[in-house]
């Protein structure tokens, strides 16, 4: 049985991605950052450590097949702070990978690296990056590290866009976004077995109907998702949209308004961007 660490496991989506792999016996090894987990099961392989460590990369990656790096800065903050987790951490993660022989790592790179596609658009895999924030731009910069060490040292990655990865839609956005935990984990069982990925860059996202993203391409991951927003869409769309108008007009939403000083951010949501 192949041997999986999952870095992050005590963020957001880690938390699921840990007690899924935990449940359908996955021989795992979760590291959490600065607070220590708790483990969920007896003698379940628990770690915690700041990843700029090599020693702390060397703990976790000892023994390890494949890694889901869900580890990092996972929103819009400070340049310092991005830095630190997503690229110097990054850097010392492929490292620790060279030094351990490790085959595969799933990098979580975000839909926050093309923010800035007005939404009218939809995204084929060798669309152009266009980050919203220094945030998506480090996700970016992680693209191009994966891609790297796939040219230069053989260990395979699969960066994966997510979308918006929460337990159901609950906003206009999400119809397009949503990526849902059962297809989260098909997608992860997927990058465990499947072979000869090399380096892919694909988007996490279900399939929705109102989808952004096209996946074309990355066929021979297999990844096939079944799960769509679009069966909450009335109920959504019945209710208020708590996007302004700026983040109503670009895929990356929210985000696009921080530090954002063009003159049009009260242009009407309709609005083509350019
Ligand atoms: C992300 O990359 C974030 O980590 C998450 O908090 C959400 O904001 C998500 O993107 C999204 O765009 O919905």
Redesign the pocket.
């Known amino acids: 049985m192949k041997k999986i660490a999952l870095s992050g496991a005590g963020g957001q989506l880690g938390t699921v991605v840990r007690s899924a792999m935990l449940k359908r016996g996955v021989a795992l090894r979760s590291a959490g950052g600065m607070k220590p987990l708790v483990p969920l099961v007896d003698g379940e392989d628990v770690m915690n450590g700041d990843l700029s460590d090599p020693a702390v990369v060397d703990r976790l990656l000892d023994g390890v097949d494949v890694l889901i790096h869900f580890a990092g800065t996972?929103?819009e903050r400070p340049l310092p702070e991005i830095i630190d987790n997503n690229l110097r951490a990054l850097v010392e993660v492929y490292e620790g990978a060279r030094r351990h022989g490790v085959r595969r790592i799933v990098f979580a790179s975000?839909?926050?690296a093309i923010g800035m596609y007005p939404v009218t658009e939809k995204l084929s895999l060798d669309c152009e990056l266009r980050p919203d924030g220094f945030y998506g731009l480090s996700k970016a910069w992680g693209e191009s590290l994966a891609r790297m060490y796939w040219d230069k040292h053989g260990i395979e990655s699969i960066c994966v866009r997510?979308?918006?990865c929460v337990e159901r839609p609950t906003e206009p956005r999400h119809l397009s976004?949503w990526f849902g935990h059962q297809d989260l984990m098909h997608f992860l069982d997927r990058c465990v077995v499947a072979e000869n990925i090399g380096f892919m860059a694909i988007w996490g996202v279900s399939a929705n109907t109102r989808s952004w993203w096209d996946n074309s391409g990355a066929e021979r991951l297999g990844y096939q998702p079944t799960q769509d927003a679009e069966a909450w869409a009335t109920e959504i769309l019945a209710g208020p949209n708590p996007l302004d108008a700026l983040g109503q007009r670009f895929q990356?939403?929210s985000?696009v308004g921080l530090s954002y000083t063009r003159d049009d951010r009260d242009a009407p949501a309709s609005l083509q961007a350019s």
């Open positions: 996972s929103v975000s839909n926050h997510i979308g918006s976004t990356g939403g985000f």
